[in-house]
Nanobody, 123 residues
Framework: QVELVESGGGLVPAGGSRRLSCAVS????????MAWFRQAQGPDREFVAA????????EYSDSVKGRFTISRDSGKKIVYLQMDVLKPEDTAVYYC????????????????WGQGTQVTVSS
């Protein structure tokens, strides 16, 4: 079992920055492909960013590309999401997710999820 705990959410002014963290409790941290999703209004979780087991490959949604950066620290077993130039439309609950065998960046394909952390961007 993999437990994911997000932190770092809060209220941020438009144009500001915020860094989210996801602490991962598993001995096999480097075996998991990690991602961030977000959920605003509605039931669907939107893909934000993903990072491979090695950390050498990253992927971003078009809406955050160039503004957000995903990274992972294998020693600390933490995945980060650095968010810069935040916009009001970035307001959402942000979730960390993990999967061993990546099939797609669709939420249903990810096995493990954190509880989420709220990010609110004020205009």
């Amino acid at each position: 079992q993999v437990e994911l705990v997000e932190s770092g959410g809060g209220l941020v002014p438009a144009g500001g920055s915020r860094r989210l963290s996801c602490a991962v409790s598993t001995l096999a941290f480097n075996a998991y492909y990690m991602a961030w999703f977000r959920q605003a209004q509605g039931p669907d979780r939107e893909f934000v960013a993903a990072i491979s087991w090695s950390g050498r490959t990253t992927e971003y949604s078009d809406s955050v590309k160039g503004r957000f950066t995903i990274s992972r620290d294998s020693g600390k077993k933490i995945v980060y999401l650095q968010m810069d130039v935040l916009k009001p439309e970035d307001t959402a609950v942000y979730y960390c997710a993990a999967v061993m065998q990546i099939a797609s960046t669709h939420a249903p394909d990810f096995e493990f999820w954190g509880q989420g952390t709220q990010v609110t961007v004020s205009s």
